[in-house]
């Protein structure tokens, strides 16, 4: 695995806390467990691959967070960007505009929510958040950029009922 790169900023505007991420590494799909029979028992695990970049993950996110950091508590709301490199096969034009800084979503596999977001999370519970459960909004997209990278957005939601619910698509 190559080495990532990459950035935390913790950002506290009027008491809110907001956590900012930059993994710099190709975002990878990571899949429920895996089973296989020994006699009459059924065993899970996770393929090797799969438990390397969590942990890979984890290391890098604890290493940019400040000594004695706790995990968030209370509802979270996340926004993540996960920016795969290009593919070999693209037209000159979609290369030229990923160069130009245009976004070419990528509408194939890896699963966004079922595969990149659940590795992601499950990577960064007892890091940045005590438990996974405690996300309750997510804004996440997954397109082709120059640079493969993975971009998060943590806040903590201070009001825990909301008056107005906010349009996502507007």
Known sequence: ??????????VSRGG???????????????????FFRIGDHVRSYQPKCNAEWKNFIRLAAAEQLPEGWQSLDGPLALEVDFVFSPLRNFPKRTLQAISA??????????????????????????ICWRDDSQICKVNSCKFFGLDPMIKLKVKKIEIEVEKEVPDLFS
Do not use: W
């Not at 979503?105 to 929510?113: E, G, V």
């Open 16 to 34: 809110i806390v907001m956590l900012e991420f930059i993994f710099r590494t190709e975002p990878k799909a990571i899949q429920s467990v895996r």
């Open 1 to 10: 695995m190559g080495p990532i790169v990459g950035s935390a900023n913790i």
């Open 101 to 126: 800084g245009n976004r070419v979503y990528k509408h194939t596999r890896p699963d966004l929510c079922d595969n990149l977001l659940k590795g992601l999370c499950d990577a960064l519970t007892g």
